[in-house]
């Protein structure tokens, strides 16, 4: 299984503002801590916004930080919300119709079956527990 550019970079912001808890950031100042493209970032904390995990302050002097305590971010369904699709092979996909043997295929239910416990692994998880170790990642991430 493999996440899309879009799921790192959403948790990469989610556990840059959890660091700094009720300290506005930045666009620019998450993109630099993690030497990555602004340009992503912005669309990214677009639809972190519309999916109300974070506030966003526009303007001079705005920025964003979490809206909801890390404890409550869950990340299996943060990662359900934020990809388009499981398409782990192609005939997952119902647009195409790959594999001549794709009606009587039996590696296709273990594969659904592998995805799912991927993503139910992850709903064991919170943004808190992905930053047990927050000195290190701050001395990391947060400049000071």
Same mark, same amino acid.
């Given at each position: 299984m493999q996440l899309t550019l879009q799921s790192?970079?959403?948790l990469r912001v989610?556990?840059?503002l959890a660091l700094k808890k009720d300290e506005l950031?930045?666009?620019d100042e998450i993109a630099e801590a993690y030497q990555i493209?602004?340009?992503?970032?912005t669309r990214i904390v677009h639809k972190l916004g519309e999916l109300a995990y974070i506030n966003t302050?526009?303007?001079r002097g $705005?920025? #964003?930080l979490l809206a909801q305590l890390p404890e409550k971010i869950n990340? $299996?369904? #943060?990662i359900e919300k934020i990809e388009n699709h499981f398409y782990v092979v192609e005939c997952f996909d119902p647009g195409k119709k790959c594999c001549v043997i794709q009606s009587v295929c039996l590696l296709?239910?273990?594969i659904a079956e592998a995805t799912q416990s991927f993503i139910n692994t992850l709903k064991k998880k919170t943004l808190a527990d992905i930053i047990l170790n927050k000195k290190q990642l701050e001395k990391i991430l947060i400049k000071k």
């Amino acid at each position: 299984m493999q996440l899309t550019l879009q799921s790192d970079y959403t948790l990469r912001v989610l556990i840059y503002l959890a660091l700094k808890k009720d300290e506005l950031s930045t666009i620019d100042e998450i993109a630099e801590a993690y030497q990555i493209s602004a340009h992503h970032l912005t669309r990214i904390v677009h639809k972190l916004g519309e999916l109300a995990y974070i506030n966003t302050q526009r303007g001079r002097g $705005g920025g #964003i930080l979490l809206a909801q305590l890390p404890e409550k971010i869950n990340i $299996g369904e #943060i990662i359900e919300k934020i990809e388009n699709h499981f398409y782990v092979v192609e005939c997952f996909d119902p647009g195409k119709k790959c594999c001549v043997i794709q009606s009587v295929c039996l590696l296709k239910p273990h594969i659904a079956e592998a995805t799912q416990s991927f993503i139910n692994t992850l709903k064991k998880k919170t943004l808190a527990d992905i930053i047990l170790n927050k000195k290190q990642l701050e001395k990391i991430l947060i400049k000071k």
